[in-house]
């Protein structure tokens, strides 16, 4: 076996430092001699489909929460992470959130859900998530918001009561204790 060490990438600290480790692991990876920012920036380049136009090529990705209620609907700490997605800049909120089709299809007992009761606070994050992308960017165009339906299938665990909520400093987290 090799016994090559793994560049951290944090080590990293200019282009042609990137570069020449690149070459020495005989690798062909193209990289730009400069980081264009601002305007220049590739991430600013809006991308054009059929059917809409996204504003530039920043992605928030979906994520599951811990943080809904019981019933399923967001709370105010998934507010609070919705208002900061759409104070990002990005202009493609492709999911955000992880919501359950189905309560028994929750992979935690605090994952949101898509459901007639849970409709005004979904709404509820889709209006912060816009209102606050419209005070960081001038307005919401080009932005497309979305959300990423799921169920979890055999790692379905909507009630599970080893997964007990707890804050760990200002954020919502969930304690799993070890299966025995």
Request: glycine share 10%; with cysteine; proline share 5%.
């Amino acid at each position: 076996m090799s016994e090559q060490t793994v560049l951290r990438l944090g080590t990293v600290r200019n282009i042609s430092q990137f570069q020449e480790h690149l070459r020495s692991r005989n690798l062909s990876i193209p990289c730009d001699e400069r980081i264009l920012v601002g305007q220049d920036s590739p991430l600013r380049a809006v991308i054009h489909d059929a059917q809409f136009d996204i504003g530039n090529r920043i992605a928030v990705q979906p994520m599951e929460g811990w943080d809904g209620t019981l019933d399923g609907n967001p709370t105010e700490s998934t507010i609070r992470r919705w208002r900061r997605f759409g104070r990002s800049g990005a202009k493609l909120i492709w999911g955000g959130e992880a919501v359950a089709v189905t309560p028994e299809g929750r992979a935690n007992p605090n994952q949101l859900l898509i459901s007639p009761h849970t409709e005004k606070g979904l709404g509820q994050l889709r209006t912060a998530l816009i209102e606050e992308h419209r005070l960081a960017a001038g307005s919401d165009r080009g932005l497309l918001v979305g959300l990423q339906l799921t169920h979890s299938g055999r790692f379905c665990r909507p009630h599970d009561t080893r997964a007990e909520p707890r804050i760990v400093g200002k954020y919502h987290a969930a304690a799993l204790t070890a299966q025995s």
